[in-house]
């Protein structure tokens, strides 16, 4: 506050003095036909505006328990508020129902009876519709595989020498004896099931 009060002080009998100083300028340049004809009635207005600027000064420099002080109206931009961005809907992904599963087919596997010390090995076998069975001969003598009379299907492979192979595909579900046409006394079973 005491600051202001100073700065007072010290601007106001000068911006008097400058205010009284232009009015007597513009009095002066008013074009009035007393100013221009009469250069003594210019310097009697001169020196009136002297006295009353330095009188002015003089009551203005004492200092006054009263703020009269206004602020300065001064230009604050406004901002304008950016534009908010509108979130788009994302589109809710729609569970598409998978295909049922389809059963896994099994593979159609090959088996492998060995005709080995007049016997075949497995004696007994379990398999699926669709495999197929492979006799292999791994004795010197000679062997067969036929089955027998009332099977679901018959087969005779004929003389088998040593490493000699015979194959059947099981393509209907039953039990299928057979043997050894040669040797009867060698007998097998292989059972096919869906």
């Not at 009635?41 to 328990?65: D, K």
């Not at 010390?117 to 010197?140: C, M, Q, R």
């Amino acid at each position: 506050m005491r600051m202001q009060v100073c700065m007072r002080r010290q601007l106001l009998p000068w911006s008097a003095s400058l205010l009284l100083a232009l009015m007597a300028l513009l009095v002066a340049c008013s074009g009035s036909s007393s100013a221009t004809t009469n250069p003594t009635a210019t310097i009697a207005a001169t020196a009136t505006l002297a006295v009353t600027t330095s009188a002015t000064a003089a009551a203005t420099s004492r200092p006054t328990a009263t703020n009269t002080a206004r602020p300065n109206p001064t230009a604050t931009p406004t901002r304008r508020p950016a534009p908010t961005a509108t979130p788009r809907p994302k589109p809710t992904p729609t569970a598409t129902p998978k295909p049922p599963t389809p059963t896994p087919t099994p593979k159609p596997k090959t088996w492998v009876i060995d005709i080995s010390g007049f016997a075949f090995s497995p004696k007994s076998l379990p398999i699926k519709v669709g495999d197929t069975v492979e006799w292999v001969n791994k004795d010197l003598t000679e062997h067969t595989t036929t089955s027998d009379s009332g099977d679901p299907a018959s087969w005779d492979s004929g003389m088998l020498g040593q490493n000699a192979t015979f194959s059947l595909t099981f393509t209907k579900a039953g039990t299928y004896t057979y043997h050894c046409s040669i040797h009867p006394t060698m007998m097998g079973t292989i059972t096919a099931t869906s």
